[in-house]
């Protein structure tokens, strides 16, 4: 199950389909795996203050990804996303919010199943596997276009 939760209506005035991008996303990266995902879309302020108590870093952020403990299962964990930043994200790399929501949506679901890119070879893996996953959906390999972080 994906429970999708509109904390910042921002997402739904600028998206009016955010939900089923979201979901469509989540399923495609969940593939066969069984479990639950709770998506929060909500603003900079929330992400900020989640970044900063359990990441050390007192600033917006895209995505965070919670993967929930083993014992917890079917949940799997909690992805997190920003509007604003987002926003600014997908409008300086010349995306669409929707295809740059999916990326991030995939990317996050990724890290829930265990996938990270600490490494290299981690983040040549993650990368690919998220290429593919929105090749299925249609959407443009997300690694073509230079990526600066938002300040």
Not at 42 to 57: E, G, K
Request: glycine content about 6%; proline content about 4%.
């Amino acid at each position: 199950m994906i429970e999708i939760e509109v904390e910042d209506e921002a997402w739904a005035s600028a998206l009016p389909q955010v939900e089923a991008v979201v979901e469509t996303a989540a399923r495609a990266a969940l593939g066969s795996v069984e479990g639950d995902v709770v998506i929060l879309l909500t603003d900079d302020a929330a992400i900020q203050d989640l970044n900063a108590r359990f990441r050390d870093r007192d600033r917006p952020t895209n995505v965070l990804s919670f993967p929930a403990a083993e014992s917890a299962f079917p949940h799997l964990g909690d992805v997190v996303l920003a509007h604003a930043y987002c926003a600014a994200e997908a409008k300086a790399q010349s995306k669409t919010l929707s295809d740059h929501l999916s990326h991030l949506v995939v990317h996050g679901v990724l890290h829930l199943l265990g996938r990270d890119h600490m490494t290299d070879e981690e983040a040549e893996e993650m990368e690919g596997e998220e290429r593919e996953i929105l090749a299925g959906l249609g959407i443009a390999d997300p690694y073509l276009v230079e990526q600066e972080p938002i300040a």
